[in-house]
């Protein structure tokens, strides 16, 4: 639930009690060229789409995504959600480096509150704020990758075994 200019909204519940990961996520976008387009859909109180751009070069790859509104202003936070495995063909493991000012804490339910406390130590599922650029995922002696992004806010999500994300957001988790 939120407000937006005095008027209440409910997102439907996907992940019960909560309505997390927006109105996209479980949704399939359209392929046109290198460009990914998704309307906002039904349960998003206004018209809008999101663009998700990728362009491969040999020694980068550039993925910006944008959300549009159509008639009217509205709130808005994006984040995407890269997901990288912890181990290459070969068995290198992945070690993720990165330098954080804090995080905001969680309450009883997982959901991170406006509070910024002190790192603490993994696993997480958190949202990290002053994150000096730039992070870094290695594969031991295998391939490295640098995550740089203009969002303010990052989440982490390493608790599965086989996989972590590193997700720039536009906002903090629960905006609004």
Request: charged share 20%; aromatic share 10%.
């Amino acid at each position: 639930r939120f407000s937006w200019q005095g008027k209440a909204y409910q997102l439907p519940i996907n992940h019960p009690p909560h309505a997390i990961h927006g109105t996209v996520f479980q949704r399939s976008w359209e392929v046109e060229g290198e460009t990914l387009r998704i309307d906002l859909g039904p349960d998003w109180p206004w018209a809008g789409k999101a663009i998700s751009r990728v362009q491969l070069a040999p020694d980068e790859l550039v993925w910006s995504i944008e959300v549009h509104a159509q008639d009217a202003e509205m709130p808005a936070v994006i984040g995407w959600h890269p997901w990288f495995r912890r181990q290459l063909g070969r068995g290198e493991p992945l070690d993720l480096s990165f330098d954080a000012q804090g995080m905001m804490r969680r309450d009883s339910a997982g959901i991170a509150t406006p509070d910024i406390v002190g790192v603490s130590r993994g696993p997480w599922d958190d949202c990290f704020v002053g994150v000096a650029e730039p992070v870094r995922l290695i594969w031991s002696n295998a391939l490295s990758l640098t995550v740089e992004s203009d969002c303010s806010y990052w989440v982490i999500y390493d608790e599965p075994d086989h996989a972590l994300c590193v997700e720039p957001q536009s906002g903090p988790p629960d905006a609004f």
